[in-house]
């Protein structure tokens, strides 16, 4: 007997820019992720203006499977997935955004791809938004700087709750909305929210205003989705990298607790409807005077979210840095290196048990089901001379975490509904754009610079799920 629940989701999790392709196929409208260079560890991706010529923008083929999900679902359904995590391009549905009518062509990809997943028993599991707004709506209103997007953001969710009610079930409004606690860089506030920042910008008070507007769109498209089906399960989508203090030295401690808040403050808008009160204080502090309605606060409460669906690669640590009393949280600096604990080799600090940690810090808080939706181990794959892929670091570490994950519910008994690895089928990095990181049980030949085939074969960590999915979590 297997100690998950029966149903329990096994799964696969992408996100539409970095596996579709066909960037401009279908009447696709140009995304923020088609304006954006491939990086490396430690060489971040450039954002251009607008798409240039002579520029690599791998998102523009990433892996195709705009023409290949056919055969791509039917590797799936022999891996065994009885769910698939992905998101709906939102520039397919509205290319620039702002238009009257969604765009049809669109709409019939992913009826397409949603009925070629039910066929085998894959249930779609959707994210609206990863990392993906229209590029237009960067152009024109400056991204979530502006309050106009809650109305372009739910609208789009409108017209996929409505177009896909009898196909979907389980929904996420933001990818990773909480990424953009770290500002202080270029990547998260354009990825997350379209924000290209001026010289001399107070970028956090930015980032804030633009959280406040993504969160209100959130709970306006939860209470839309629930008016549309009441079956519908509806969640946030955060990414969890818990910040240990580095001793116990109380000063770490508290640090910990106030660098968790300013990470996590999110998910308590998300999940109870309102801001939390250190919020309040940090923000009134601060003298940012944000653009908040009292309609936003009621929409606040309206639309609190069903689940939450999260992503877990890596812990953080902190020191205190002599910043009490207040102990402001900056994460492009604050954050050291964790002596307990190994990295990939992008530095991400390898913690199965914080993966335990984290359910058991949600579960407190919340009192909601989890749904794991991302977590797996990025690396460079080598093809031996008999054209296998030896990936046992990969298997290693997926272990160790479904191992944790399972000790969460057996000893901690804690609800979850879910595990889709991320990127389960190789595909674009988000962080670098590269092809090298690597994080499937499913090769595809294709390297940074663009160039190979894209034929698809299976690594034997594929074997490895197959065998864990068919036991419940028991065959590890
Ligand atoms: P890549 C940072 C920290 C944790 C998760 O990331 C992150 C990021 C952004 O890089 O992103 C999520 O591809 C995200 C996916 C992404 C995946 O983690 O940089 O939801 O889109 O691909 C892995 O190795």
Redesign the pocket.
Known sequence: MSILRENFLWGGAV?AH?LEGGWDQGGKGVSVADVMTVGAHGVPRRITDGVLQGENYPNHEAIDFYHHYKEDVKLFADLGLNCFRTSIAWTRIFPNGDEAEPNEEGLQFYDDLFDECLKYGIEPVITLS??EMPYHLVTEYGGWRNRKMIDFFAKFARVCFERYKDKVRYWMTF??IN?QANYAEDFAPFTNSGIKYQEGEDREKIMYQAAHYELVASAQAVKIGHEINPDFQIGCMI?M?PIYPYSCDPKDMMMSVSAMQKRYWFTDVHVRGHYPSFMENYLARKGFALDITEQDLTDLTQGCVDYIGF?Y?MSFAIKDHEKGPAFDYDESKDLVKNPYVEASD?GWQIDPLGLRYAMNWFNERYELPLFIV?N?F?AIDEIEPDGTINDQYRIDYLKAHIEMMKEAVEFDGIPLIGYTP??FIDLV????GEMK?R?GFIYVDKDNEGQGTLKRFKKKSFDWYQQVIKSNGEAL
Not at 429 to 432: H, K, L, P, V
């Open positions: 996100a970095q990863h990392f990818n990773e990424n990414a990298c992503s690669y992008w991302e797996g990025g991320w990127g990095s988000a962080g670098t990181k994080y």
